[in-house]
């Protein structure tokens, strides 16, 4: 149930590009975007809905390919504050109503 | 506007002893979750209140964890007996609706 994500860990220079991968073995009815940096809460990046929506947020997008059930982030041009752990989170329906699970993360350093 | 709150921060207890965690959401938001974080892993959800009812709680080991939400608002979230593989950091999160989620700074638990 746990979603896929890869790399498990990438490694920047200031102002390169990074893709996080995230997929399911569930049919999705969302997929979300939350960035953890070390030692604090995860924060909200993005929620993409079914329906192949892309999503921007500064120099941060999302997409969501709801046939593959495979999301992917796009951080362009890194900032050293991108560093840290990116989770998606996916929501899909079960016995329950709806469950939502995050992936493991991926570990992002930006150094300059 | 004022975040979610958790206390304590921290706590140290040794095994089989029991621990209790509480939580207050952002004013308004009806659904609460709690996440539990062990260190390098991502936040697996224990349990979500839909206001005070429990939307699910299919993750949570309940021969020893219990959770309330007492009039749809702050939650506490306990353990009972400890064991040693319960040392992890302790996360609610709320939200509007089933969308984005706001952290809580989370409890650290050690057990000895």
């Known amino acids: 149930q746990q979603p896929v994500q890869s790399p498990q860990a990438v490694i920047l220079r200031e102002g390169e590009d990074a893709v996080i991968n995230c997929s399911s073995s569930?049919?999705?009815?969302?997929v979300h975007w939350y960035r953890q940096k070390h030692g604090e809460a995860p924060v909200f990046l993005m929620i993409l809905l079914k329906g192949g929506e892309q999503k921007g947020h500064d120099k941060i997008s999302a997409s969501f390919n709801e046939k593959k059930q495979q999301s992917s982030l796009y951080l362009t041009a890194s900032q050293l504050s991108y560093s840290g752990t990116y989770f998606c989170?996916?929501?899909?329906?079960?016995?329950?109503?709806?469950?939502?699970?995050f992936g493991p993360g991926t570990r992002l350093s930006v150094l300059p | 506007e004022a975040g979610v709150a958790q206390s304590p921060r921290y706590k140290i207890i040794e095994k089989r002893q029991s621990v209790a965690f509480w939580c207050n959401p952002i004013?308004?938001?009806?659904?609460l979750y709690w996440y539990q974080q062990i260190l390098g892993q991502g936040p697996k959800l224990l349990i979500q209140f839909q206001n005070n009812g429990v939307v699910d709680d299919s993750q949570l080991p309940k021969d020893r964890f219990s959770a309330e939400r007492l009039k749809g608002v702050d939650s506490t979230l306990k353990i009972q007996p400890a064991k040693l593989e319960d040392s992890a950091v302790y996360l609610c999160?709320?939200?509007?609706?089933?969308?984005?989620?706001?952290f809580g700074p989370g409890t650290r638990l050690t057990v000895l």
């Open positions: 989170g996916t929501e899909f329906p079960d016995n329950y109503g709806q469950n939502f699970v």
């Open positions: 569930k049919a999705l009815y969302s």
């Open positions: 004013s308004g938001h009806a659904t």
């Open positions: 999160a709320s939200s509007w609706s089933a969308n984005e989620q706001f």
